[in-house]
């Protein structure tokens, strides 16, 4: 292995040479070289996944973000521990979901991030 690095993925299509992935522990999806890829040992393919698919509540769940709403997402949160309460859990064959709000704290008042990108007309 040496320095090599490697990351959990899921692999979801194939293609001539190439395979998109979703990377288990951090969400994030990309097109990688079939050649970059390994098989996993017993013990870590049955660590369950670190990242979870989320949805704020009270948003419809089929909203595709825009990149000014992601980018209001990073704003909102900057710098800033937020915190993430779940509300509610979706599970289906396919996907399992968790309904969350995220807050955080400013001036001792907790401002909801949903709010936030509604008042700035993101969401």
Excluded at 63 to 83: H, I, P, R
Aim: include cysteine; hydrophobic fraction near 40%; charged fraction near 20%.
């Amino acid at each position: 292995m040496g320095n090599a690095k490697y990351h959990r993925v899921k692999v979801t299509q194939i293609e001539a040479d190439s395979a998109c992935v979703t990377f288990l522990d951090q969400g994030s999806f990309a097109k990688v070289p079939m050649t970059s890829l390994v098989c996993l040992s017993d013990n870590l393919s049955s660590w369950p996944p670190l990242a979870h698919h989320c949805t704020l509540a009270g948003i419809c769940r089929q909203v595709q973000w825009s990149g000014e709403a992601a980018g209001g997402v990073k704003q909102f949160c900057g710098e800033e521990v937020c915190k993430v309460t779940v509300k509610e859990r979706n599970v289906s064959s396919s996907k399992f979901t968790l309904v969350v709000t995220v807050t955080r704290e400013e001036d001792k008042n907790f401002i909801n991030m949903l709010d936030y990108l509604v008042y700035s007309g993101l969401a």
